[in-house]
Antibody, heavy 118, light 110 residues
Framework: EVQLLESGGGLVQPGGSLRLSCAAS????????MSWVRQAPGKGLEWVST????????YYADSVKGRFTISRDNSKNTLYLQMNSLRAEDTALYYC???????????WGQGTLVTVSS | QSALTQPASMSGSPGQSITISCTGT?????????VSWFQQHPGKAPKLMIY???KRPSGVSNRFSGSKSGNTASLTISGLQAEDEADYYC??????????FGTGTKVTVL
C-alpha cells in the first residue's frame, strides 16, 4: 500500500524558513517523480514543485521560484521542500504527491500545515 | 500560469447526471491529453478519479467519466449519489514538467 507521510509544518514568522519532509513507502520511490501541492485555507489546489525520479531535474511554480527548493534522498525514501523567505501568502496545507506513469498525481499524503504569521 | 476555469458550484438530485467543465488554453488542456480530475471531501486529501483525460484508476466507480474537446475538459458524474458531494478539481500538464489546477467545483447532491 502506498503511503506518504508529511511532517515539518508549523508556525513561522514572515521571512523565516521551514523544511518539510515526506516519508514514502509501499512503492519503489526512486523510480517515480514526486511533487508538492499546496492548498491555502478555504482555497483551491496549487502545484508548487516537481522533482524527477533521480533528483536531477527540478521544476517550480513562479510563485515560489527562487525561495523554495525541492530535493529527495532515494536512500531514505524521503522527499523534502526547503522553504525560505516565507510570506503570509505561503500559508497553506502542503501535500506530498506521487507522480504516476501517466504523469498524474496518483497518490497523496494527508498534508502538513504551514502558517506564516507574526 | 493561470488556473484552469471551473464553475464554482453545481448541484443535482440523486440519480441525475452532472458535467463539470474545465477550460484552459492551447498551452495546457488543448496541447496535451494529460488532464486529470480529483475528488476532495472536507478535511481529506484529494483522490484521483480520472487521468489522461478519460482513464479511471482501479477502484473508481464507472459512474465517473472524462472527456476533452479543444481547450475544455469535462468530468461527468452519472447516477449522482450522496457520497459524490465533494469538491472537484481538474489538473492539466502545462509543459516543461509544470502542472496547473482548476479553480475547483463544489458539487452538492440535493
Amino acid at each position: 500500500e502506498v503511503q506518504l507521510l508529511e511532517s515539518g509544518g508549523g508556525l513561522v514568522q514572515p521571512g523565516g524558513s521551514l523544511r518539510l519532509s515526506c516519508a514514502a513507502s509501499g512503492f519503489t520511490f526512486s523510480t517515480y517523480a514526486m511533487s508538492w501541492v499546496r492548498q491555502a485555507p478555504g482555497k483551491g489546489l496549487e502545484w508548487v514543485s516537481t522533482i524527477s525520479d533521480v533528483g536531477s531535474s527540478t521544476y517550480y511554480a513562479d510563485s515560489v521560484k527562487g525561495r523554495f527548493t525541492i530535493s529527495r534522498d532515494n536512500s531514505k525514501n524521503t522527499l523534502y521542500l526547503q522553504m525560505n523567505s516565507l510570506r503570509a501568502e505561503d500559508t497553506a496545507l502542503y501535500y506530498c504527491a506521487k507522480k504516476g506513469s501517466g504523469y498524474e498525481f496518483d497518490y497523496w499524503g494527508q498534508g502538513t500545515l504551514v502558517t506564516v504569521s507574526s | 500560469q493561470s488556473a484552469l476555469t471551473q464553475p464554482a458550484s453545481m448541484s443535482g438530485s440523486p440519480g441525475q447526471s452532472i458535467t463539470i467543465s474545465c477550460t484552459g488554453t492551447s498551452s495546457d488542456v488543448g496541447s496535451y491529453n494529460l488532464v486529470s480530475w480529483f475528488q476532495q471531501h472536507p478535511g481529506k486529501a484529494p483522490k484521483l478519479m480520472i487521468y489522461e483525460g478519460s482513464k479511471r484508476p482501479s477502484g473508481v466507480s464507472n459512474r465517473f467519466s472524462g472527456s476533452k474537446s479543444g481547450n475544455t475538459a469535462s468530468l461527468t458524474i452519472s447516477g449522482l449519489q450522496a457520497e459524490d458531494e465533494a469538491d472537484y478539481y481538474c489538473c492539466s500538464y502545462a509543459g516543461s514538467s509544470r502542472d496547473v489546477f482548476g479553480t475547483g467545483t463544489k458539487v452538492t447532491v440535493l
